[in-house]
């Protein structure tokens, strides 16, 4: 069973950042392609970024390119979004999520991370 623990959210003002982390349990995080999505209150969930299992390939959502930056350790079985010069349209809940490919698709999400900017 894989679990997905976020954390590093919380309350900023505009213009600050923060970090988010990704915890994964079981053996398949090296594997797996690593993405971070959000979701605002009234609004559909979002991606932000994906990083392939390997490191490289990223990927961002226009509204975050420049300013978000997603990396991975896979001896940790960690991943992490670094986000700078935050916006108050940031503010959302951040979903760390995991896919990876074995005859079947398997996709595994956290239960979400709290991320508030302020003006």
């Known amino acids: 069973q894989v679990q997905l623990v976020e954390s590093g959210g919380g309350l900023v003002q505009s213009g600050g950042s923060l970090r988010l982390s990704c915890a994964a349990s079981?053996?398949?995080?090296?594997?797996?392609?690593l993405g971070w999505y959000r979701q605002a209150p009234g609004k559909q969930r979002e991606l932000v970024a994906t990083?392939?299992?390997?490191?490289?390939?990223?990927n961002y959502g226009d509204s975050v390119k420049g300013r978000f930056t997603i990396s991975r350790d896979n001896a940790k079985n960690t991943g992490y979004l670094q986000m700078d010069s935050l916006k108050p349209e940031d503010t959302a809940i951040y979903y760390c999520n995991l896919q990876y490919t074995a005859i079947k698709r398997y996709e595994y999400w956290g239960q979400g991370t709290q991320v508030t900017v302020s003006t």
């Open positions: 990083i392939r299992s390997s490191g490289g390939g990223t």
């Open positions: 079981g053996s398949i995080f090296s594997i797996s392609a």
